[in-house]
Every structure is written in structure tokens, then in C-alpha cells.
């Protein structure tokens, strides 16, 4: 059996289009989903039980109530523990499965006992890849390359483009570091010997760290581009809240000191501390003129 965790916040119409893709296209395989609602508070989950009482009734669906905003790792967590299933897929309340995506993806990390991690290919609504849906680790040289632009100069050339692997063909399957937690599955022994997702994470970089753990421990991260879904990226905020932003470069810095202060001197770490807060004040910056624009 597949468990599907999906977190749901506020975003009642894009979460139902993720669950009736589900119940749509994936008709050839066991599943349970697993919705976490991280203390909405908008209506969107009374909602859900009421489009979805069937499902819920029948057990395929079942539905798990915050009392506040916990983040999407512990969301996540809270999911995993009461699972049934072999596999674990987390899913983004704002994805939409194509065709019989999951069908494909059990098959495929069926095949190897050594696949820690599998990813499919992520598409953007206007059709471009969701880079994030392979990518190597945010390493202090990769993430310069990357901020500098390097990788578009020189996509093609490994050392330039290993932020998010631009010289791999999209469409081949790979072996990357991490992958998007937008849809990652997971075999549950995986998880039950690293450990779930770490909850010092609230909302972005949970996913490369879940990555990083399997990958150390000797596991494959796969990229299998033989079965895709839609992203709609953003679709629920055009103009980010400050608590996003936030996050997202407080994640950075978790990372490092996590994974990496201790490979690189003093001077690599100022750096790097450096440019995650002039990055996070030109952010906010921006964020600001925006909402005034």
C-alpha cells in the first residue's frame, strides 16, 4: 500500500484538485491518503469532509486536525506515524498526478531494494520543469555558482550547473542528490531507519535534509521522468508573507550548520552566514516595494 500524506492550510480548492486527481487517474493500485490540516481555521477542511464524506466513510481518506500551524515537517511527521503503508508519498496540497504517475513510480522503485528516495518529473502550468525536482545539494561552492547565474551561462558544464543539475537531461532518469518534497516517495524501512523529516525545519528544506540523511546512509535518490506531475507553484499567494520568506532563509542556515560548518573553516561560514542575511534583507525589500506596487 501507498500512504499519501497531503498537508492542507488554507487552500481548499487546490487541495481538492490534488485529491480528485488522485481518485481519477490511480485506479491499479492500493492507497490510503492521509490529510493533515495544519489548523486552517478558513473552512477549508469542513470543506473537504463534506466533498469527500464517501472516500472518508470507506476509510481511503483519512483526516487529521492541528489545533495550530505546525509546519510542514511535523504535519508531515503526524501523517507518517499513523500510515499503513510499505511506501510514503508526501504531496503538495498545489500538485496535480498525471495519468497513472503513481502506478509508475511503485513499479520502478519496486525494482531496487537500494532506491532511498524517488522523485518524478515536475512540471510547472506552462509546461517548464520544476527545477527543484532535481537537484545536488546546496554546497557553499554550488550555491555561489548559482546566485552568480552561472548555471544559465554554463548549464551545460557540471562544476557551473550542480545546484540544480542543468547538464542532466530532464527527460533520463538519474541519480541526484535530493529531490522536491512536492512528491517524494519513500520506502516506510527507509524512513524507519534514517528517521523522518526533521521539524527544526517549519516550511522549505526539510526535503534536501531527508535527502542528504538517505543518501549518507548509502541509499539512491532517483529521478524518473516517467511519470509526471503538474506544480502550481505559488498558485495560493502571489505576494509572499514575511513568516515565508523568513523561513525559507532560515532553512539555509539550518542546513549548513547542520551538514556542512563543520567541512569548512571560519572564514567559509562568515561568508556564507553573510550572504543568507544581505539575501533575506533584499528579499524582504523586494517583497515590500511589491506590496506597495
Known amino acids: 500500500m501507498l500512504s499519501i500524506i497531503i498537508v492542507n492550510f488554507k487552500t481548499y480548492e487546490l487541495t481538492k484538485q490534488t485529491i480528485n486527481s488522485i481518485i481519477q487517474n490511480e485506479n491499479n493500485i492500493s492507497y490510503e491518503i492521509i490529510l493533515v490540516d495544519n ?15 464517501k472516500e472518508i466513510n470507506n476509510n481511503v481518506i483519512k483526516i487529521i486536525k492541528n489545533k495550530e500551524n505546525l509546519g510542514f515537517s511535523k504535519a508531515n511527521n503526524i501523517g507518517i506515524k499513523i500510515s499503513k503503508g510499505e511506501y510514503i508519498l508526501t504531496l503538495n496540497s498545489d500538485t496535480v498526478i ?11 522503485i519496486k525494482k531496487d531494494n537500494n532506491i532511498g528516495a524517488l522523485g518524478c518529473k515536475v512540471l510547472l502550468p506552462d509546461g517548464k520543469l520544476d527545477k527543484p525536482c532535481k537537484r545536488g545539494f546546496p554546497t557553499p561552492q554550488a ?14 558544464i557540471k562544476k557551473f550547473g550542480q545546484y540544480n543539475l542543468t547538464y542532466l537531461d530532464e527527460n533520463e532518469i538519474n541519480e541526484v542528490d ?17 528517521g523522518m523529516l526533521d521539524e527544526d525545519f517549519f ?22 521522468p516517467g511519470a509526471k506531475i503538474i506544480h502550481y507553484k505559488g498558485s495560493s499567494a502571489k505576494k509572499k508573507r514575511f513568516k515565508t520568506i523568513y523561513e525559507f532563509h532560515r532553512a539555509m ?41
Not at 481555521?41 to 464524506?53: A, M
Not at 552568480?148 to 554554463?154: A, G, I, N, P, R
Not at 542556515?253 to 547542520?258: C, D, E, G, I, V
Not at 561568508?271 to 533575506?280: A, E, N
Open 203 to 224: 516550511m522549505y528544506g526539510e526535503d534536501i535534509d531527508w535527502c542528504y540523511r538517505i543518501k549518507k546512509s548509502g541509499y539512491k535518490i532517483i529521478y524518473y
Open 253 to 293: 542556515y539550518l542546513f549548513y550548520n547542520k551538514h556542512y560548518k563543520k567541512e569548512y573553516n571560519i572564514l567559509v561560514t562568515f561568508t556564507v552566514y553573510l550572504g543568507i542575511i544581505i539575501k533575506l534583507i533584499l528579499s524582504l525589500l523586494l517583497n515590500l516595494l511589491k506590496r506597495q506596487g
Open 143 to 156: 550555491s555561489l555558482f548559482y546566485m552568480l547565474k552561472l548555471d544559465k551561462l554554463f548549464s551545460n
Open 98 to 108: 498525471v495519468d497513472d504517475c503513481l502506478n509508475k513510480c511503485l513499479k520502478y
Open 178 to 194: 535530493s529531490l522536491v518534497g512536492a512528491f517524494m516517495i519513500i520506502p516506510k524501512k527507509i524512513i524507519n531507519e534514517v
Open 39 to 53: 489548523a486552517s481555521n478558513d473552512g477549508s477542511i469542513e470543506k473537504l469532509e463534506k466533498d469527500f464524506r
